[in-house]
């Protein structure tokens, strides 16, 4: 993944982008630069995100610039960092499909950065809730092994600390059947409840008495199934198309 010209972007938005990092320093600023009757312009929008290290555009201000004119770069700052893509950033860029201008803040440095079809391995992914986290690891396992794409359900950060129960609810919507009680089969998703009131978390099983999940603040990997993973698991379920 090479940088790119930040000249292709006029000094009004460069000097907007700026500002707007600074204004929301510590905490990760987001913006877009959108095409509008030729010139380009700077847009501020809104950071979902609940913690300063990520950020979660939010979609009615895309929505809008979108509306405007051309939706050209996304933007967004690393406080006090330096302004090369993260794992996660690489992800979401393939996910838009769009450059991405990462600036440096306090410092100002930045640098422009293009998608180039990059996949991250399933294997040592480090933990970006929503974008490299346990259902997103459950998604490219199933893509990248068997073909087959899964739907990506929107969950915001705690999710299951505040109403939702999204495996239980969206496990058939995503084309799996329970199977709890059955003898485990390969590419098998377990469903378990880590810490929390409803299913939180999952894992494929390999075979062989092995899982491969992604624990928040843990790189993705492999582990035996048995003991604790075991006794957390609270539904098995199976893609229709291995019935």
Known sequence: MAPGDVAAFSQDVIS???????????????GLVVLVA??????SCRNQAEGQSHFVLHPEDYAQAEAEGEVLAVVHSHPNAAPEPSEA???MMERWGLPW??????????RLWYPTGYRPPLIGRPFSHGVLDCFSLVRDYYAERLGLELPDFHRPDAWWEKGGNLYLEGYAEAGFVDVTGS???????????LRSPVPNHAGVYLGADVVLHHLQNRLSGRETYSGFWERITRK???HRSLC
């Open 89 to 91: 950033d690489r992800v």
């Open 38 to 43: 030729g010139a380009q312009r700077y847009v």
């Open 183 to 193: 003898a485990l089969r390969e590419h098998d998703v377990l469903l378990m409840q």
């Open 16 to 30: 907007a982008s700026l500002e707007h990092a600074q204004d929301e320093y510590p905490r990760e600023a987001c």
């Open 101 to 110: 201008l990462i600036i440096n803040v306090p410092v100002g440095h930045w």
């Open 236 to 238: 098995v379920v199976r």
